[in-house]
């Protein structure tokens, strides 16, 4: 069995695929992480979702987390549009790609998978989480439910995660960045390598990790070209 984690797919779902069935080469029995921001920016948000919903059905083992983009769709149901931070373009390019024109229309298939997932997932010898921990606290693991979303200030601590090696995304970092901290064995890995940004020479790719292996898997993006904001 392997153990793969993946960040910030963004609708990029051609991209994702192709890591899944080409690169990495997903088996029933392998476990895939998946930490987060699945929609929004890219060119497909619902294709990704669907897609996931797919190999749940033919078995794939998926544990899912929660990212800020993913929170963005319930607070604008549970709170209003006008908490919806987007950019114009990007709300309506969600909206057009699950055929409706507000969030609450959105099918709620989509929104009861997106209210399940969980913010956190220790593991023996990872934790998983969206954007990262508050390492001011005594205890990381009683960080706020906003910081696990949106927090892109840490100062990782090794005292304090003991045993375990945090895996997140959020903050889209250069390729040899990434690579960087595996290399060094930091304390924590960025697996978010800017997939969507694709019109940024420094990003434009998605990453997968191997969490046994300590290995990265790195696909450049291939849903191109779509309409993005340089990063």
Not at 101 to 111: A, G, H, L, N, R
Not at 220 to 227: I, K, S
Request: glycine share 6%; aromatic share 10%.
């Amino acid at each position: 069995m392997a153990r793969y984690a993946i960040s910030d797919i963004h609708g990029c779902l051609l991209t994702f695929r192709k890591m899944v069935e080409e690169v990495i080469q997903l088996k029933p029995h392998d476990h895939l992480y998946l930490l987060g921001d699945y929609i929004n920016k890219g060119p497909d948000s619902k294709g990704v979702l669907d897609y996931i919903f797919s190999l749940q059905r033919q078995g794939f083992q998926l544990t899912c987390l929660r990212g800020n983009h993913d929170q963005l769709l319930l607070d604008a149901i549970d709170k209003g549009e006008h908490t919806v931070w987007l950019l114009e373009e990007d709300k309506q390019k969600t909206l057009a790609n699950f055929g409706v024109t507000s969030f609450k229309d959105i099918p709620s298939q989509y929104i009861a998978f997106i209210r399940a997932l969980p913010l956190l997932i220790m593991l023996d010898d990872y934790l998983l989480v969206h954007a990262g921990l508050d390492f001011t606290l005594s205890n990381p693991l009683l960080t706020n439910n906003h910081l696990l979303l949106n927090t892109k200030h840490m100062q990782p601590s090794l005292a304090k995660l003991g045993k375990h090696r945090l895996l997140h995304g959020h903050l889209p970092v250069p390729k040899a960045t990434i690579e960087n901290s595996i290399s060094r064995k930091r304390p924590s890995i960025n697996l978010d390598a800017g997939c969507v940004y694709y019109l940024n020479a420094q990003f434009g790719s998605l990453c997968a990790f191997d969490l046994d292996k300590v290995a990265l898997f790195f696909l450049e993006n291939q849903d191109q070209p779509y309409a993005i904001k340089v990063k």
